[in-house]
């Protein structure tokens, strides 16, 4: 059973598209992350979700859009890709701490994004 | 601006010896750390945490240190074994996010 699953696991497409990645989390958890790995393998924070509320929401370009139908799923769109979004996005929840403060999280497999 | 550093992107050691990764941070704020391990085309996973309240905490094969006047933490994994090899973060938590470190590729030889 996969804890935190995303599909697709790789994505190949032209600069100027729309994609979509899916992530789903079967632990009960309160909160999902995306995560994104560049190039110089450095794992930065995009966006996080608590209970489908948007907690946080780093500098990120406008083209990256979050969606949470659910709280087992935080699904990630990106319109127009640009090469620079070439990267590896995990998807990572964790339980939301009894302080209200964030706990270990659990990652996903990554899904490799080539923009051409 | 990079506040959790890890200054050695690779580290070689033999089957059977102490493995020390290393990371230093910046903001004296931070109060709760964490190591996680990945493996290629794998997402990271949680090793091992220590809370600002401890300088040290064990499970295992697996001891992190931290020593807050440095802002430095370390992880020891001994006796270090070829299915170690992999990358290790370090990473902080800063109110609702963790900050990762960029990485140390460990490699244990036969």
Known sequence: D???????????????????????????????????????????????????ELIINETVPNRFSPKS??????????????????????????????????????FGPGT???VL | ??????????????EGRISILNCDYT????????????????????LISISSIKDKNEDGRFTVFLNKSAKHLSLHIVPSQPGDSAVYFCAAIVGDKLIFGTGTRLQVFP
């Not at chain 1, 979004?85 to 990572?92: E, G, H, Q, R, T």
């Not at chain 1, 964790?94 to 999280?105: C, I, L, R």
């Not at chain 2, 601006?1 to 033999?14: E, M, R, T, Y």
């Open chain 1, 2 to 52: 996969t804890a935190v699953s995303q599909t697709p696991k790789y994505l190949v497409t032209q600069m100027g598209n729309d994609k979509s990645i899916k992530c789903e989390q079967n632990l009960g958890h309160d909160t999902m992350y995306w995560y994104k790995q560049d190039s110089k393998k450095f794992l930065k924070i995009m966006f996080s979700y608590n209970n489908k």
């Open chain 1, 69 to 106: 139908p659910d709280k087992a799923h935080l699904n990630l769109h990106i319109n127009s890709l640009e090469l620079g979004d070439s990267a590896v996005y995990f998807c990572a929840s964790s339980p939301w701490g009894t302080s209200g403060s964030v706990d270990e999280q659990f």
């Open chain 1, 112 to 114: 490799r994004l080539t």
């Open chain 2, 1 to 14: 601006d990079q506040q959790v550093k890890q200054n050695s992107p690779s580290l070689s050691v033999q």
């Open chain 2, 27 to 46: 903001n004296s704020m931070f109060d709760y750390f964490l190591w996680y391990k990945k493996y290629p085309a794998e997402g990271p996973t949680f």
